[in-house]
């Protein structure tokens, strides 16, 4: 049969990169190679035990529920914004999706205005606004400003045309960089977003993450212009299980209705048994509130040891406040990588994996010019349920150093060895052989 011609908004479009990442690596251990996974941003915590005990409870759940989601869960979803962060909201302002993914799909859709992405930013941003044909602004951030977007740029762009519609994503902490902003750079922000009727989408996924669990919305300070999107994927260990939020101004009902009427003609509605177990999830409770403790005290050390290894090797990055993702800039290495064929960032995730087997994604990736030699490195690939029991263990106030992670998190320590042993290969044959040498077996396989 002649193949149909295709919609030219999705041509030369691949998978998502971090999919894409994750199938690659898992082939490679299929076929016998060692790969340190470190390319997909898959939370290595399991989910909260009363998470599950209540998804097991709600399993026979079989009935279609309502298009904006569990009302229960829609009320829990608005407390949960209320304690954490501030916000004032009802259950009327919440919708319930498949994964924020798809709400942002959503949202995009039905709101025919520009989409801004400050750069570095998630992967499926600028692919979504291709797929429904909108257009796309960049506005490309600074390693020296911490690789966020500042007010002047936003600025600068709306300027130009002060009365176009736009959509701003804000993603903090930030995938790819690990990154977030300040109270007063929230604030500056929703002026400019104000000044401008802006329409903002808070991706606040990591927002629990945050190393210190001090988070900020920016919807305290444009309340009426600011939509929250969260979800169970990251915090909460459970992105398998795809349920997403968010949640609404008042003064935005029109866009949630909407959504939830293109919903009602796409995926009808979300799990039911998944909506009955993150009624738990989103109430929180003293169980919930220690996994998070332990869950930040771990990242926060190991984020720290990744650059202090990356750092040895003259490796630029930025210390994460919250996530678990970094964003090392390798330019300092550029001659050296020219001198082996590498001149973009792809070349560079590509023989890294090839060479090291550590699979990381490029900074192009991410919306960044490809000969900007950065790279997003996910410390993800260790077994989080026993680092969180023996963290369970340890007095609050100790320290997790290098004798903890050494146990724990080795197999992303010998990651970053490897890359720093393979960057200097080529100036010490001792180094080339190490290279050589595989990783410690662990949670790859």
């Given at each position: 049969?002649?193949?149909?011609?295709?919609?030219l908004?999705?041509?030369g479009l691949?998978?998502?990169?971090?999919?894409?990442?994750?199938?690659?690596?898992?082939?490679l251990?299929?076929e016998?190679?060692?790969v340190?996974?470190?390319?997909?941003?898959?939370?290595?915590f399991?989910v909260?035990?009363?998470?599950?005990?209540?998804l097991?409870?709600n399993?026979?759940?079989?009935?279609?529920?309502?298009?904006?989601?569990?009302f229960?869960?829609r009320?829990a979803?608005?407390?949960?914004?209320r304690?954490r962060?501030?916000?004032?909201?009802?259950?009327?302002?919440?919708?319930?999706?498949?994964?924020?993914?798809?709400?942002?799909?959503?949202?995009?859709l039905?709101?025919?205005?520009?989409?801004v992405?400050p750069?570095?930013?998630?992967?499926s941003?600028?692919p979504?606004?291709?797929?429904?044909?909108?257009?796309?602004?960049?506005?490309?951030?600074r390693?020296?400003?911490?690789?966020?977007l500042?007010?002047?740029?936003?600025?600068?762009l709306?300027?130009?045309d002060?009365?176009?519609?736009?959509?701003?994503v804000l993603n903090?902490?930030?995938?790819?960089?690990?990154?977030?902003?300040?109270?007063?750079?929230?604030?500056?922000?929703?002026g400019?977003?104000?000044r401008?009727?802006?329409?903002?989408l808070?991706?606040?996924i990591?927002?629990?993450?945050h190393?210190?669990?001090e988070?900020v919305?920016?919807?305290?300070?444009?309340?009426?212009g600011?939509?929250?999107?969260?979800?169970?994927?990251?915090?909460?260990?459970?992105?398998?299980w795809?349920?997403?939020?968010?949640?609404f101004?008042?003064?935005?009902?029109?866009?949630?209705?909407?959504?939830?009427?293109?919903?009602?003609?796409?995926?009808?509605?979300?799990?039911?048994?998944?909506?009955?177990?993150?009624?738990r999830a989103?109430r929180?409770?003293?169980?919930?509130?220690?996994?998070?403790?332990?869950?930040?005290?771990?990242?926060?050390a190991?984020?720290?040891?990744?650059?202090?290894?990356?750092?040895?090797?003259?490796?630029?990055?930025?210390?994460?406040?919250?996530?678990f993702?970094?964003?090392?800039?390798?330019?300092?290495?550029r001659e050296?990588?020219?001198?082996?064929?590498?001149?973009t960032?792809?070349?560079?995730?590509?023989?890294?994996?090839?060479?090291?087997?550590?699979?990381v994604?490029p900074?192009?990736?991410?919306?960044?010019?490809?000969d900007?030699l950065?790279?997003?490195?996910a410390?993800v690939d260790?077994?989080?349920?026993?680092a969180?029991?023996?963290?369970?263990?340890?007095?609050?106030?100790?320290?997790?150093?290098?004798a903890?992670l050494?146990?724990?998190?080795?197999?992303i320590l010998?990651?970053?060895?490897?890359?720093?042993?393979?960057?200097?290969?080529?100036?010490?044959?001792?180094?080339?052989?190490?290279?050589?040498?595989?990783?410690?077996r662990?949670a790859a396989?």
């Amino acid at each position: 049969m002649k193949p149909q011609p295709l919609n030219l908004n999705v041509r030369g479009l691949s998978l998502s990169a971090t999919v894409a990442i994750n199938e690659q690596s898992l082939r490679l251990i299929r076929e016998g190679k060692n790969v340190a996974r470190l390319g997909l941003g898959q939370s290595p915590f399991p989910v909260p035990a009363p998470v599950v005990e209540a998804l097991r409870s709600n399993a026979s759940r079989k009935d279609y529920l309502a298009v904006a989601g569990l009302f229960e869960l829609r009320e829990a979803v608005a407390e949960y914004h209320r304690r954490r962060s501030g916000t004032i909201g009802a259950a009327e302002d919440v919708l319930i999706g498949p994964g924020s993914k798809e709400l942002m799909f959503l949202l995009q859709l039905v709101y025919y205005g520009e989409l801004v992405i400050p750069t570095p930013a998630w992967v499926s941003y600028a692919p979504q606004a291709q797929i429904i044909g909108r257009r796309v602004s960049m506005l490309h951030g600074r390693a020296e400003s911490g690789w966020r977007l500042e007010p002047g740029q936003l600025e600068e762009l709306c300027a130009e045309d002060p009365n176009r519609p736009r959509i701003v994503v804000l993603n903090y902490p930030s995938n790819p960089t690990g990154g977030t902003y300040t109270t007063s750079e929230l604030k500056e922000l929703a002026g400019v977003a104000r000044r401008f009727g802006i329409l903002l989408l808070s991706d606040e996924i990591y927002g629990e993450l945050h190393h210190c669990g001090e988070h900020v919305s920016i919807a305290n300070f444009y309340p009426e212009g600011t939509i929250v999107s969260s979800g169970l994927s990251k915090w909460c260990g459970a992105g398998g299980w795809r349920l997403g939020t968010f949640a609404f101004p008042r003064d935005l009902h029109w866009l949630l209705d909407a959504m939830a009427a293109v919903a009602s003609e796409t995926y009808t509605s979300t799990s039911a048994p998944i909506q009955y177990a993150a009624v738990r999830a989103f109430r929180g409770g003293m169980q919930i509130e220690r996994y998070l403790n332990h869950a930040r005290r771990i990242l926060s050390a190991l984020g720290k040891a990744v650059c202090q290894r990356l750092r040895r090797s003259e490796i630029d990055v930025l210390e994460p406040t919250g996530a678990f993702y970094v964003f090392p800039n390798f330019s300092r290495w550029r001659e050296e990588l020219e001198a082996r064929g590498i001149c973009t960032s792809e070349e560079l995730a590509q023989r890294l994996l090839a060479e090291t087997g550590v699979a990381v994604l490029p900074g192009s990736a991410f919306g960044r010019s490809p000969d900007e030699l950065t790279l997003r490195i996910a410390y993800v690939d260790f077994d989080g349920a026993k680092a969180l029991a023996a963290v369970e263990a340890m007095p609050a106030d100790r320290e997790l150093g290098e004798a903890f992670l050494n146990v724990h998190c080795l197999r992303i320590l010998e990651a970053m060895d490897r890359t720093c042993k393979w960057l200097e290969s080529g100036r010490s044959s001792t180094a080339a052989e190490e290279v050589a040498a595989p990783l410690s077996r662990g949670a790859a396989e």
